[in-house]
C-alpha cells in the first residue's frame, strides 16, 4: 500500500554522467516535489509541478531538470552530476498544493556521485 | 541565511517525560507551521501543524505552542514514548503567496527516548 514510491533507493553514478530517479504516486494527487537533502542538513526544494505546470525555485542549479509525463511519474534528471550533488533526493506530494494539505514523502533516493 | 532554524541536533529524554523540541524562523511571511516525523531508511511524514492565527494546538500526545513575536514554535511531547524517538523536522509556509509552494525545513532534531 505505498503511496509514493521512489527508484531507486541507492543510486551510484560517475562524475558528470547523467543520472535520472524515479518518482511514482498511487495517490493521484495534483502537484509533486522534489526536495534535495544533503548530509545534517535541511531538506531544500528544488522544483514541483501543479499538474503539468512546472515550477522552478530561483536558486535550483540548471544541472537539475524535472520530467512530469503523467499525473503518477516524476523524474529528476542530473544533467551532469558533480561531486556536491550527493545527497538524498526526496520526492513529495500534495492534494491541492495548500500549505494545509499534507505532503506525502517517498523514502528517497540517496545519490552517491564517484 | 536559514529561514527556520532547528538549533538542538540531538535532544535525549527519559520515557514518561516531557519532550520539548524548539524551533526559530525569520521569514514574517511565514503563516503555517509543520511538524514532520521521520524515523531511519523512511520518508518524513506529517505530525501536527499550527496556523499563525493560533497561539497552541493541542493532538493527543503533541502539543504545538507558536510566539509569533519572538518568531518561535515548540512541539511538547507528553508523556514520551519509546516509538517517539526520530528525527524531527520543522517546516514554514506562506499561506498568503498562494499556489503550491514547497516547505522550508529546518535541519531537524534527532529525538531519542531513553528507557
Known amino acids: 500500500d505505498a503511496m509514493v514510491i521512489q527508484n531507486p533507493r541507492y543510486q551510484v553514478t560517475q562524475f558528470g554522467k547523467p543520472v535520472t530517479l524515479s518518482c511514482s504516486q498511487t495517490?493521484?494527487?495534483?502537484?509533486m516535489y522534489w526536495y534535495q537533502q544533503k548530509s545534517s542538513q535541511a531538506p531544500k526544494l528544488l522544483f514541483h509541478y501543479y499538474d503539468k505546470d512546472f515550477n522552478n525555485e530561483a536558486d535550483t542549479p540548471d544541472n537539475f531538470q524535472s520530467r512530469r509525463p503523467n499525473t503518477s511519474f516524476c523524474f529528476l534528471d542530473i544533467r551532469s552530476p558533480g561531486l556536491g550533488d550527493a545527497a538524498m533526493y526526496l520526492c513529495?506530494?500534495?492534494?491541492?498544493?495548500?500549505?494545509?494539505?499534507?505532503?506525502?514523502f517517498g523514502p528517497g533516493t540517496r545519490l552517491t556521485v564517484l | 541565511d536559514q529561514q527556520v532554524k532547528q538549533n538542538s541536533p540531538s535532544l535525549s529524554v527519559q520515557e514518561g517525560r516531557i519532550s520539548i523540541l524548539n524551533c526559530d524562523y525569520t521569514?514574517?511571511?511565514?503563516?503555517?507551521f509543520l511538524w514532520y516525523k521521520k524515523y531511519p531508511a523512511e520518508g518524513p511524514t506529517f505530525l501536527t501543524s499550527?496556523?499563525?492565527?493560533?497561539d497552541k494546538n493541542e493532538d493527543g500526545r503533541f502539543t504545538v505552542f507558536l510566539n509569533k513575536s519572538a518568531k518561535h514554535l515548540s512541539l511538547h511531547i507528553v508523556p514520551s514514548q519509546p516509538g517517539d524517538s526520530a528525527v524531527y523536522f520543522c517546516?514554514?509556509?506562506?499561506?498568503?503567496?498562494?499556489?503550491?509552494?514547497?516547505?522550508?525545513f529546518g535541519k531537524g532534531t534527532h529525538l531519542i527516548i531513553q528507557p
Open positions: 521569514n514574517s511571511m511565514f503563516d503555517y
Open positions: 517546516a514554514a509556509s506562506a499561506q498568503s503567496g498562494g499556489g503550491a509552494d514547497g516547505l522550508t
Open positions: 499550527i496556523s499563525s492565527i493560533k
Open positions: 513529495a506530494t500534495s492534494r491541492s498544493g495548500l500549505a494545509t494539505d499534507t505532503q506525502y
Open positions: 495517490l493521484n494527487h495534483n502537484v
